[in-house]
């Protein structure tokens, strides 16, 4: 039995060997790989789909040079739905729920951003920093209170993916725990317990893809003010 509600969120090992990597990398062995053959199956052409219509709505606001990161942010987005929805299985570890994990997407891409508007566009980089029209007395708050800002980013893009999968993960558990004590004692109550918890499975379901659009759909509109 379970000591504790956040056992669920340690990471597995076997012989002392962290298995983090192979739950990192077992989901892409999943997506079926398209075929040579001119007709493709339905479950390819949907995934297919999915992928351009996506990545069509992501790239419509940038620009030609932002272009290059369609494949990076369809991968990124493809990798993240995937491991959310397969965390919701019973027995199964979320690697999305690791705060390192998800900072070290965030904190690199982010730091990328930056990096290609200090390149290109320099002036215009800093310029974010200080709004326009903004009187003297207040310009050395605001360039602080900016940057901070500019800084907080990944911290954010990080903490918001792992919290929302954090508290829906422990809402199933508390409810589902709830259910097994009350079905002997209550069985009326119990069965409406269980019917909150398949509502909030359905949410989670809902959660976890958004969530996953939601990190990678920021990091387009950091991209959108650098280049």
């Given at each position: ?17 962290p ?5 990192i ?11 040579s ?26 620009n030609?040079g ?29 690697p999305t729920?690791?705060?390192s994990?998800?900072?070290?997407f965030?904190?690199p ?7 290609i ?24 708050v ?5 940057t ?6 990944p ?7 792992t919290?929302?999968?954090t ?20 069985p ?6 269980a ?22 759909l ?10």
């Open positions: 039995m379970m000591t504790s509600f956040f056992d669920q969120f340690a990471s597995p090992s076997f012989l002392g060997i298995l983090i990597a192979i739950a990398a077992l989901p892409w062995v999943m997506f079926p790989t398209p075929p053959r001119w007709v493709n199956n339905r479950l390819i052409t949907i995934q297919t789909w999915f992928i351009n219509r996506f990545t069509n709505q992501l790239m419509m606001p940038l030609v932002g272009h290059k990161w369609a494949l990076l942010l369809a991968s990124l987005m493809v990798f993240l739905i995937t491991i959310n929805m397969l965390g919701l299985l019973p027995y199964t570890f979320t729920t690791q705060l994990l998800n900072m070290g965030a904190v891409l982010w730091l990328a951003t930056v990096i508007g200090m390149r290109n566009q320099p002036t215009v980089a800093l310029g974010h920093l200080l709004p326009e029209g903004t009187p003297i007395p207040l310009i050395p605001l360039i602080i209170i900016e901070i800002s500019l800084f907080i980013r911290l954010a893009l990080g903490v918001r993916l919290a929302n999968l508290a829906g993960h422990l809402l199933i558990q508390l409810i589902a725990t709830a259910v097994f004590v009350l079905l002997p004692m209550m009326t109550v119990a069965i409406l317990t019917t909150v918890l398949f509502l909030l499975t359905l949410l989670e379901v809902a959660v976890a893809m958004i969530q996953a659009y939601v990190f990678v920021l990091l387009s509109l950091y991209l959108q003010e650098n280049v």
